[in-house]
């Protein structure tokens, strides 16, 4: 049965940890926290940290996991609250953005390539009260943020660090807890203390609700698109894991079935992970591909989730086509529980790296960053 080894563990902040966020290489992570701060963390062995800690034995001891990481920057003079959001810009990983409980977006770039510092470049102001999270598009020209004022804003790289704000969608009833692009395509979900997730799409030179997803009994606290973006996976209060797809369009039309805008799109939920599976709240979820590779990974294998719960515990469930439907419905099946993954702390954000499978950075309550390997 597969298993997930914690092989590091990353101490500095000195309040809980809400998020971390991979770069696009996969060797560098940063952080945010209750204590004002954004860090940047890295394997001291870079790439070769992934390709051979792996088969490495670690007796578990403080002081063996804090020593193959170490911590590049702290960034800790632009928020007066806490940072809640944190992401690298997706392209060349050159730039971070932070979104914090003061409402405002602070966006860093490195001042020299040489050196591992950050500088503010722009401060994006707009939201009420607390922005809760900021994330960038594929193309990294686009920024989207969401706060508790219960709207979505879209802002657009000009250059220089400059930023313009292009379009405010107020359409959640409640405050907004996250938003996500897609991976493929100017895409936009966000998801809201209103039970609901929301689809927006650019039309017009304008940002409109494409298509609201039903389904879930209390708030949504976040999702993660399946790696191709085929399809989008949420978490929610109500403790289930839900799987969507794009209902199918009418053959000839040239489509496949997917997560992808079309005029008058509307989703199905295509898996349910009961509410046994956590005992609380749901607040994070990641997805990777198949860790495994080439003739060994089979073709209807879409991989793993990652779950985060306040019930201090991590969940990978495999996820899997079935053979025996048409109508495109997922297997979703827990594989791996490890509880206390935070000792008795929420475990806030899990985030698969996205350049090496199996590799898994968690963040919690006690202030902790650990990182995990999946052994099958």
């Known amino acids: 049965m597969p298993q997930l080894k914690l092989v590091a563990e990353l101490r500095g902040h000195e309040d809980r940890v809400w998020q971390v966020s991979w770069d696009p290489s996969g060797t560098r992570l940063a952080s945010c926290s209750g204590d004002k701060s954004a860090r940047v963390w890295s394997a001291i062995a870079g790439a070769s940290f992934f390709t051979s800690t792996a088969d490495m034995e670690v007796d578990g001891n403080r002081s063996s996991l804090a020593s193959t990481w170490q911590c ?7 928020h007066k609250r806490t940072v809640r959001s944190v992401a690298f ?4 990983g050159r730039a971070i953005a932070t979104a914090s409980f003061d409402g405002t977006t602070a ?4 001042t020299d390539e040489s ?4 500088e503010c470049v722009a401060t994006l102001e ?3 009260n607390e922005a809760k999270c900021v994330a960038w598009a594929p193309s990294g020209q686009l920024l ?3 706060g508790r004022d219960k709207s979505v804003w879209i802002w657009e790289s000009t250059g220089e660090g400059d930023f313009d704000c292009i379009s405010v969608l107020m359409e959640h009833t409640q405050d907004v807890k996250m938003v996500l692009w897609h991976p493929k395509q100017e895409l936009l979900a966000s ?10 799409k650019e039309d017009d030179d304008d940002w409109v609700s494409a298509a609201t997803i039903s389904g879930h009994t209390s708030t949504v606290w976040g999702g993660t698109f ?3 973006g085929e399809y989008l996976a949420s978490v929610s209060d109500d403790r289930t894991v839900r799987v969507w797809a794009q209902n199918a369009v009418q053959q000839g039309s040239g489509s496949e079935e997917g997560f992808y805008y079309r005029p008058d799109a509307s989703y199905r939920c295509v898996a349910v992970v009961p509410d046994s599976v956590h005992s609380r709240a749901i607040y994070s979820v990641s997805w990777c591909a198949s860790v495994a590779a080439g003739e060994q990974s089979a073709k209807n294998d879409l991989g793993f989730l990652a779950t985060g719960s306040g019930d201090n515990s991590v969940r990978i469930l495999s996820v899997s086509r079935k053979d025996d439907t048409a109508a495109g419905d997922l297997d979703v099946a827990l594989v791996s529980t490890l509880e206390n993954a935070h000792g008795l702390s929420d475990v806030n954000c899990v985030q698969w790296n996205p350049k090496y499978p199996g590799w898994l950075a968690t963040s919690g309550d006690d202030g902790v960053i650990r990182i995990w390997h999946l052994e099958l």
Do not use: M, Q
């Not at 590049?72 to 632009?78: E, G, S």
């Not at 810009?89 to 060349?92: L, W």
């Not at 050196?115 to 950050?118: E, H, I, N």
């Open 107 to 110: 966006i860093w770039e490195k």
């Open 191 to 200: 998801f809201s203390y209103d039970d609901t997730i929301r689809v927006w």
């Open 89 to 92: 810009e997706p392209t060349r």
């Open 72 to 78: 590049l920057d702290v960034i800790d003079n632009a």
């Open 115 to 118: 050196v591992d510092s950050y």
């Open 144 to 146: 989207a943020t969401c």
């Open 226 to 228: 399946s790696p191709e």
């Open 126 to 128: 707009g939201h009420e």
